[in-house]
């Protein structure tokens, strides 16, 4: 059962759905973890896929224009981003519909100043994406949201081992609208779809907590969006 805070946060279960306002044309998304208290660090990567759906079926997804809209840091296709220093900052799709910080491979914050994409949030973040709404192609219909843990079963690490791990969705000026922390037994999977953004079909996008364990790897999770 879904949650409001007293600060106007959606907390989310797992199956709950978030509508978004249709007047918000960017949303921000993040995602935190703790650092390993000691052994293998946990290095986590966030992701996210645009989708379309394969003769209007929302169980037939396929990654739109072969990838190119793929937020992750296998894509080769995206761009880099930099600041005034010329030092990295994340990535973005060629449109720059879809923008994704640095890579963080411990937890906890990361290195990027998340007022660059949101004055109003003063929560630490591990890695954040933007995702402008209005500017993504007219085809896209879903963007699903997945994280995994780099070289899981090498470091024997799965989500169950994965302490305060939470996504949240905020407006473009980081005032948060509604959060997810993944809960349950997650021994096993090194893959986790955290959520989905899914267009209605009058234009406005909604969110879902997903909270689906998967075995599988980024390679499989590309392959199975490839068709």
């Not at 799709?93 to 949101?118: C, I, L, P, V, Y």
């Not at 085809?139 to 780099?150: F, P, Y």
Request: proline share 3%; net charge negative; charged share 25%.
């Amino acid at each position: 059962m879904t949650v409001k805070t007293e600060a106007g946060v959606f907390v989310l279960e797992k199956g709950d759905i978030f509508e978004v306002d249709k007047q918000l044309k960017s949303l921000h998304i993040g995602t935190f973890w703790e650092p390993a208290d000691g052994g293998p660090a946990h290095d986590i990567d966030s992701h996210a896929v645009l989708l379309v759906h394969r003769g209007g079926n929302s169980d037939a997804p396929l990654m739109y224009g072969e990838g190119s809209h793929f937020l992750t840091y296998a894509n080769k296709t995206l761009k880099p981003t930099t600041d005034e220093d010329g030092d990295v900052t994340g990535f973005e799709t060629s449109d720059k519909s879809m923008w994704h910080s640095a890579d963080n491979r411990r937890g906890g914050a990361g290195s990027s100043e998340h007022n660059e994409h949101g004055d109003a949030h003063e929560e630490e973040l591990s890695e954040e994406m933007m995702i402008h709404l209005s500017d993504l192609p007219a085809k896209g219909v879903e963007i699903a949201i997945w994280l995994t843990i780099h070289k899981a079963q090498e470091r024997q690490l799965d989500f169950s081992k994965i302490e305060g791990l939470f996504v949240e969705v905020c407006d473009a000026d980081g005032n948060e609208l509604c959060r997810y922390h993944p809960t349950g037994e997650f021994a096993g999977f090194y893959a986790l779809q955290v959520g989905s953004l899914m267009k209605k079909e009058e234009g406005s996008w909604a969110f879902t907590a997903v909270g689906a364990g998967s075995k599988a790897g980024l390679a499989d999770i590309i392959s199975a969006y490839q068709g």
